[in-house]
């Protein structure tokens, strides 16, 4: 039962902005969420906080105003901490399924490791630094991980693209999928896809695929070849 479900949120950003308060609506049991940031004034064109939040912790008033969200006895909790610091303090992060929202390649590509070595399911969220794209990844607790799909980012050790912009359209379309996602993951809804991407301005870069397993990947050691026709922009917006 989605009530009983735990979903563990990485990054308080403009895209968990958009998936969480969902997931309190619609019930689900527990909600943990990381992230290591304050709330700066930028934020608040896209973002689920309030002047009054700025320069506090985004983890600790995020969980603050999803109570109001929610709609059964949901339990909240909030860790102003990234992944890695996570991991490392040995933060209970076993939940049923994990979403993940941040703007750096090397916290996807941990969460990828760690969900997977875990068997928890991950679904991967970014847009593009236009703000006009963006994508949804399904990693299962077997089949393509992340590092299948971007091979060249799993070395990525850098934290890029401080203050570019995004929008909050973007982000609630990308957010919906990623819902749908996790719905997938815990309720069994059905769901063709494991690759997702959205383009605003026309039609042309949508597409929901099926990814294979690279045999090639550093982290799952894959199965056969990855086809990516469109890959996204390496430096998303920060979100
Ligand atoms: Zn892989």
């Known amino acids: 039962m989605f009530s ?77 901490m990234r992944l890695q ?11 049923d399924v994990a979403v993940c929202g941040v703007d750096n390649n090397p916290t996807r590509m941990l969460a990828s490791r760690y969900f997977r070595e875990h068997g928890i399911p991950v679904v991967f969220m970014a847009v593009s630094a236009q703000a006009d ?13 992340l590092g299948c799909l971007f091979p060249d980012a799993v070395d990525d050790e850098r934290y890029p693209c401080p203050g570019t912009p995004a929008m909050a359209d973007i982000l609630q379309v990308v957010g919906s999928l990623a819902v749908y996602g996790v719905d ?22 949508d597409s929901a695929r099926m990814m294979r397993p690279n045999p090639g990947c550093s982290i799952c050691g894959g199965g056969a070849h990855a086809a990516i026709e469109h890959p996204i922009d390496r430096c998303p917006p920060q979100l």
């Not at 794209?133 to 089949?143: E, K, L, P, S, T």
């Not at 769901?191 to 383009?199: A, D, H, P, Q, V």
């Open 133 to 145: 794209h963006g994508y949804v990844f399904v990693q299962g607790a077997d089949g393509p991980c």
């Open 4 to 80: 009983d479900r735990h979903v563990v949120c990485i990054g308080a950003g403009g895209l968990i902005s958009h998936v969480a308060p969902t997931l309190c609506r619609k019930g689900i049991g527990a909600l943990t969420i990381l992230d290591d940031d304050e709330v700066e004034a930028s934020n608040l064109n896209r973002q689920r906080f309030y002047a009054s939040d700025i320069g506090k912790l985004k983890a600790i008033q995020m969980v603050r105003h999803l109570r109001r969200e929610c709609i059964h006895a949901t339990r909240l909790t909030g860790h102003a």
């Open 85 to 95: 610091e996570a991991i490392g303090r040995g933060v209970d992060l076993r939940g």
């Open 184 to 205: 997938t993951c815990l309720m069994g809804r059905s769901r063709e896809w494991t690759y997702r991407t959205i383009n605003l301005t026309d039609g042309a870069w």
